[in-house]
Nanobody, 125 residues
């Protein structure tokens, strides 16, 4: 049974930092791209960041570029999202996702096959 489990969310003030983690179990994703998405109340799930299987290629949404950093530890089957200079508009449930096949980075929800349960990030002003 494949599971993606996110952790690290919480309530912070604007300007603070958080580090989200997503640990995969049940199979290895060492050769698959992984990503982070988020969904705010009343809005569609949106792309945040993605990382290639090797970690050598990344892509970010314009809204988080320069503030967020995605990374991965293939040995630990874990992907991270370092979030700095958080803003109230970053408030959302953050989801980790993984592709089932090897391939490049992906920015659309339909390109991912496995999803975590989400972790809440709330940024107060």
């Amino acid at each position: 049974q494949v599971q993606l489990v996110e952790s690290g969310g919480g309530l912070v003030q604007a300007g603070d930092s958080l580090r989200l983690s997503c640990e995969a179990s049940g199979r290895t994703f060492s050769y698959s791209a992984m990503g982070w998405f988020r969904q705010a109340p009343g809005k569609e799930r949106e792309f945040v960041a993605t990382i290639s299987w090797s970690g050598g290629s990344t892509r970010y949404a314009d809204s988080v570029k320069g503030r967020f950093t995605i990374s991965r530890d293939r040995a630990k089957n874990t992907v991270y999202l370092q979030m700095n200079s958080l803003k109230p508009e970053d408030t959302a449930v953050y989801y980790c996702a993984a592709r089932s096949t090897s391939g490049g980075i992906a920015t659309r929800t339909e390109e991912y096959d496995y999803w975590g349960q989400g972790t809440q990030v709330t940024v107060s002003s």
